[in-house]
């Protein structure tokens, strides 16, 4: 869904309906209107022929944008982390054999929320899923409510997020 105009009025209605989201999912909804919010600000920096945008979207840093990413390959059996770093009570990884899996915590405590991604290979995603937990387990948000995002504004989240996904783990498979 490659449709980003910096004119488009897709966003607008995204942040409008993702705001309007509410129930104990808000963190979570929150943290995906953020998300939308500042990969489209991204992305009209990287489209913009403006040179002042050039140099904001070349000193972009999207360590600005979340608290901590893990990483754990397909071929190990303890997640690595950044740092070297290795979280042995948190095994409960989802990789398959595509490579990584990749965590990024986006708010932390309670309540939390994190992305939990699978990486293809090339440092981009189209399976990943958006948990939270207030104080509890880790339990999935429903992209796919029926009547509380439209479909082309889902697709366009959707959409956002794999690119927020893509900027902020996929790195690590580019090296």
Known sequence: MKVHKTESPINAL??????????????????????????????????????EDLDKFNDWDWRHYHYGIEYRSAWSSQPVVEFGQTYEEDAQWLVSDAGVEARITLAGG??????????????STDKFMVEHANWSDW???????????????RDYVFYMVERYIQHVAGWIQEL
């Not at 994190?114 to 293809?120: G, Q």
């Not at 999935?140 to 029926?146: C, L, N, S, T």
């Open 14 to 51: 995204a942040l409008a309906q993702l705001e309007s989201l509410g129930n104990q999912d808000n963190s979570a909804w929150a943290c995906i209107h953020r998300i939308v919010e500042i990969t489209d600000r991204h992305w009209r920096l990287e489209e913009s022929t403006n040179s």
């Open 110 to 123: 309670g309540p939390a929320v994190r992305i939990v991604a699978e990486l293809d290979g090339y440092g």
């Open 139 to 153: 339990e999935p948000v429903d992209f796919y409510f029926a009547d509380r995002l439209s479909d082309d504004v």
